[in-house]
């Protein structure tokens, strides 16, 4: 059975007149995620991409059609089930700098999540052992926000989001606001925790580069439409749909083409 | 056209751009490329006497033999926009929300000049019409929420060329727009730089982009030129390790099969992150990040030539003759 | 521009250790004195406040053993305006107080609601900020009599929709935020949130919020003092001494004048600290974002 299994998804922000207007920020969507799998949604500004994460997560709620996660059906679930289907799915967001209290210190921000989801407060050692996992140094638990440059505070964010040992990681467009020269270090880092903790990751970005170097399958948005889907190579270099086939060629307009090279640089 | 010799911009007696040397020919395109902090947006500010006041700014811009550093606030007025326009970065925060755009774009046209209200607004019909947009009355009359990123984009293009300038300067003109809305703008800058002999500095994080729209590119690290030269051969065959550092870690949409299937473990990224202004190391900038720095990387480094019109300021560069050199 | 921002505020940080705002120092130089004459008065004043010594009344500024002078029954000036100062504060401390926390949970409950609630919470404040306050506290001293606790309650009233409103703005601001959205990921309740997240970052905004308003309510303290409203005698109060000496203006003006003075000084000095306040923290807030 899929982890993520969505039938017939309709999503409005104001449901009522989108029912009596036909006016849908996300059109009858349909598609599944294995458990294990790694899937990209690509779309530009307006195509329902960030909202569509946000109901996958429940921070939007669901009211038409069927999206069942984990084997529960989102539209049905009590506070307490909520909560319970918090701890196994868990969002990071597209820009590290705001996602982070910046009263807080680094270490209190990463333990939220488990005071709030398994009510406890963790011991440091615990906390320390989450930001080494994502390549930073124990001592940054003490530092603040501000101190950290936004490659590093998307590292602390995936630390947090893991803290809670999800089955299912969703990222929104977890590249967008890094520099170029630590994009590729955070989509490492996803890629390999992904496969050291088996995880089912959902990664939505507007890069058709981004999406096409990590995720095994695809799906492209267009203004709350599902034109596409399918296998992230297939889809990427032989796309079928028209819409595809513009984003594909603009893409690789500007794209830096360079064959595999020998020359190591620095890491 | 466009020369600039010696210029430095410090703030708070911190180096923040340094430029020994660089020019710009009439309709001639050149790219600035450099990740956020490197300085690129201020060298671009200072030609236009728009940096902050904090900073001070020595040495030499002469456009068209008007030297512009010290130049008094209305003279730069003058040129602004008359003679060298400006294509700010993100439309949402360029255009004034409570103004129509036929009226902003003819406050454009009227700055430089005192032609009557017929003749500026034949002007700002042919300027929607040279900037691509269709339906000019309805332009006219929009106002800039009704109009989508990309058409808002073309807006400020024909403001900013309202004028005739004879040089462009985009600051992260493509930055905030989709993928497909930029390949479009791109397109059109490249058009107008040809049809109006109009010269053009693109400023941008993005290589590619750059190689789409210039012919030569200016790679800023620490607000210094590190590497110089034709996009072609500075893109392929880059010299200095930070150029080849940003190339290597940009991620590229895959060409075939082979591409998709590349193993992560090639994904490359630069160590550390850029330094805050007065952190800079001396000498060579990037010497604390670059994986094969040597003695010579602790002095300063002048640019020297690689080949005609590539340039390149680094003490262990990569050598096409055979492997790079020994690392440190 | 990035760079710009990146630049800025590293020198700003570089430079916060040369000088806080002066308006900050002067400001809070009068307002401590304000509160240190205030807490001393508890423990001496010059003279008995109440006795009357008709003999030596009307006596000048600058008379032996009478600082400021006395007053038409002989009671030592400035023992009363210690006594006047305790009373402003206590009234102006008691209700701004009162009435910011009611404000502030009123605020940040209305940011956290539906655009329904907001739009009719949000209209309401807007009209009880309208009204003014002088209004309800002569209201109120007609219903339960003159006096402090007429003038504490109108002040509250009043203030209720002010520090509400001064507070949904900024609320709102952070509620729109990443970490915001993340925290409610995460499991965590609303209210949590806005104790948590929300009011510890909008808590310059009330701090100086807060200044200005213990300006505002010393000054509407001393207005309905004045008005007769205020406390009564035997209390001592800047407004009612200030009435008191309306009358003898020919005979003994510096007995209007000191009153005034102590009034102008200490509204100044909460201003000002208020105004300080604005200049030292935001620019701290700017750093952090």
New interface residues.
Partial sequence: MPLIDVKNFYFSYAPRTARDTDTWTLRDLNFSLEAGGFLGIVGESGSGKSTLIRNL?G?LPITEGNVQVAGRNMATLNPREM?DL?RKI??I???P???????MKIGT?VS??IR??EKRVPPDEELASLLVRVGLQADYLNR???ELSGGQLQRVAIA?ALS?KPSILLADEPTSALDVSVQAQALKLIAELREQLNLTVVLVSHDLAVVGRVTDSIIVLKDGVIVETGNTANVLLHPQHAYTQKLAAAAAAVSLWRGPTERATSD | MLTIQNLHVT??GHS?AKVESLEISKGQRIGLVGE????K??IV?SILGLQ?K?AKVTGSIKFNGVELIGLPEKKLADIRGGLIGLVP?DPTKSLNPTMRIGRQIAEAVSLHSIDGKKTVNRRVRELIDNVRLPDPDRIIRSYPHQLSGGQQQRVLIAMAIACDPMLLIA?EATTALDVTVQGEILKLLLALSKELEMGLIFVSHDLGVVRFVCQNVAVIYGGQIVEFGPVDSVIDHPAHRYSDALITANIAFPENEADVARDLSELRSIKGSVP???EFPDGCRFRNRCGFAVTACRLFVPLQQVDNGHLHRCCNPISYTGKSDATH | ????V???K??RS?TKFSQLPATLIIGGILVGFLFCVAILSFVWTPYDPITLNVRNRYLPIGSEGYLLGTDKFGRDVLTQIIMGARNSLFVSVVSTLISLMIGTLLGLYVAAAGARVKNIVSRAVDVGVAIPGILIAMVLATAIGPGNTAAITAIIIWFIPVSARVVIGPAVQVLS???I????????KKWFVLFN?VL??ISSTIIVQASVMFAAAILIEAALSFLGVGAQSPIASWGRTLKEAQPLMEIAPSLMVVPGLAIVFAVLGFNLLGDGLRAYLDPQQT???
């Fill in positions: 997560c921070l909560l918090r868990q969002l967001y597209q820009n700098k705001r996602s982070f209290d910046p009263r921000s939220q999540p709030s989801l603040f926000p501000h947090r809670v | 703030i708070a923040v956020s902090g490197s300085g947006s201020m500010m902050p904090s970065q600051d805050a202004i007065g | 521009m990035v760079e710009q990146l630049i800025s590293r020198v570089r935020q990443d970490y959205e993340a925290a409610f990921g995460y499991g965590r997240h510890p970052n750093r952090k974002r």
